[in-house]
């Protein structure tokens, strides 16, 4: 079965840096979206992707946050700035056209900033 | 904006059957989604309805909806120790591809 990828599983950074998650998502999706999880807290939206341009976004995904697809098979979420308060599971998720079925979620990056 | 409530835990013994429960704010949700989270892993679709349907059924797994009351129900028949994990119940609203999540229940399974 197809997946989403995600890489690395664990990432902690120095609050300050600037750090990427990255994603492989599934080949003929065409949607890519963001989502992050703050240790006992809901699960985030944060953003979503379509036709190389940003379709749609949270109040959380402020001038800090940027998403890429560089080369038409990764999707990136870049943290500018990193702060103690981004330490969270991020998950990346893909999905075609068709809404009905849901997302493919990948497994998520734990980032910790210190 | 949006909310989605869960209770945070569920206790059951193997054999029973689990009840999970969610309401949600959002009058203009058009579909609504269970999902599961096992230890170290992603959020995996376990099934979804669409808003005017009041119940699906696949295999082990009755949603039931009570679109009045924005209430969602997810049954799990003869739950087994392998289906503990978090659930989430999550709505997407009309004109939107993002979800809205709830915090997630956490089903026990008893031997």
């Known amino acids: 079965e197809p997946e989403v990828t995600q890489t690395p599983s664990h990432q902690v950074t120095q609050m300050g840096q600037e750090v990427i998650l990255r994603c492989v998502p599934i080949s003929n999706h065409l949607y890519f979206y963001w989502y992050r999880q703050i240790l006992g807290q809901k699960v985030e939206f944060l953003v979503s992707f379509y036709n190389n341009e940003i379709s749609e976004k949270s109040e959380i995904f402020d001038d800090q946050f940027s998403v890429e697809r560089p080369d038409g098979s990764n999707f990136t979420l870049k943290i500018r700035s990193t702060k103690l308060e981004d330490s969270a599971m991020y998950f990346c998720a893909s999905s075609d056209e068709g809404i009905s079925y849901g997302y493919t979620f990948g497994s998520g990056t734990r980032l910790t900033v210190v | 904006g949006e909310d989605v409530e869960q209770s945070l835990f569920l206790s059951v013994r193997e054999g029973d059957s689990s009840v999970i429960n969610c309401t949600y704010t959002?009058?203009?949700?058009?579909?609504l989604y269970w999902y599961k989270q096992e230890p170290g892993a992603g959020l995996q679709l376990l099934t979804y309805i669409f808003s005017n349907m009041d119940m699906k059924q696949d295999q082990r797994l009755t949603v039931l909806l009570n679109k009045k009351d924005k209430h969602l129900s997810l049954r799990i028949a003869d739950t087994q120790t392998g289906d503990s994990a978090i659930y989430f119940c999550?709505?997407?609203?009309?004109?939107?591809?993002?979800?809205?999540f709830g915090s997630g229940t956490r089903l026990q399974v008893q031997p």
């Open positions: 959002d009058s203009s949700s058009t579909y």
């Open positions: 999550a709505e997407m609203g009309t004109g939107r591809r993002a979800l809205t």
